[in-house]
């Protein structure tokens, strides 16, 4: 089945500066890469996502890249804002058909502290 | 307002009970899941089900149990053959596994 790792776990920033959380993913087969912020005591929100027919998605301050040769992709956050503090998780859905499951796997998660 | 809804927020238990986490979605969505969250270990499924009265195991189903007797309900099961369920458990439904997954707030469980 599909391992997503991601990395840092942690990641402190300065207000102001920008924020990258990478992961990696080991089937060749996913199609789907969500990012999700998860708040204090609250569910994760999908913030951006890209499919495997793109490389970068930027939305304002948020960008993702994806890298299907090396089967990494990586969110960049620009001009941190102390709301931006979460936690952060990747994950990686395999194609239906593909074989396998095609769940989405979730990556460990990172904490991002923006400090003002 | 559409959404999916989980209850309760906290909630308590004698160790040896089994006791049952709601889960409510009125977005329309097929598939459903049901993920446990421990930190540092992130999300791990324990079931999904995507179409009703079907499900399937997840990564970590042992000790707790599901049904999907309707579109909009998926609720969870913890037995008491779960060795370890103090944990925050979340909900949460899409369109498709291959769509956006929408989370519910969570239910906070804790064995005493």
């Known amino acids: 089945g599909e391992n997503v790792e991601q990395h840092p776990s942690t990641l402190s920033v300065q207000e102001g500066d920008s924020a990258v959380i990478k992961c990696t993913y080991s089937d060749s087969a996913s199609n789907y890469f969500p990012w999700y912020k998860q708040e204090l005591g609250k569910g994760p929100q999908l913030i951006i996502d890209?499919?495997?027919?793109?490389g970068e998605k930027k939305d304002q301050r948020i960008a993702v890249t994806l890298n299907k040769t090396a089967k990494h992709f990586s969110l960049h956050i620009t001009e941190t804002q102390p709301e931006d503090s979460a936690v952060y998780f990747c994950?990686?859905?395999?194609?239906?058909?593909?074989?396998?499951?095609?769940?989405?796997?979730f990556g460990r998660g990172t904490s991002l502290i923006v400090h003002p | 307002d559409g959404g999916i809804t989980q209850s309760p927020k906290y909630l308590f238990r004698k160790e040896g009970q089994n006791v049952t986490l709601s889960c409510e979605q009125n977005l329309n969505h097929d598939a459903m899941y049901w993920y446990r969250q421990d930190p540092g270990q992130g999300l791990r499924l324990i079931y999904y089900s995507q179409i009703v009265n079907d499900f399937q195991k997840g990564d970590i189903a042992e000790g707790y149990s599901v049904s999907r007797e309707k579109k909009e309900s998926f609720p969870l099961t913890v037995t008491s053959a779960q060795k370890n369920p103090t944990a925050f458990y979340l909900c949460?439904?899409?369109?498709?596994?291959?769509?956006?997954?929408?989370f519910g707030q969570g239910t906070r469980l804790t064995v005493v």
């Open positions: 994950a990686a859905s395999p194609t239906r058909g593909s074989g396998g499951s095609y769940i989405p796997t």
């Open positions: 890209i499919r495997s027919n793109v």
């Open positions: 949460a439904s899409s369109i498709d596994p291959e769509d956006e997954a929408f």
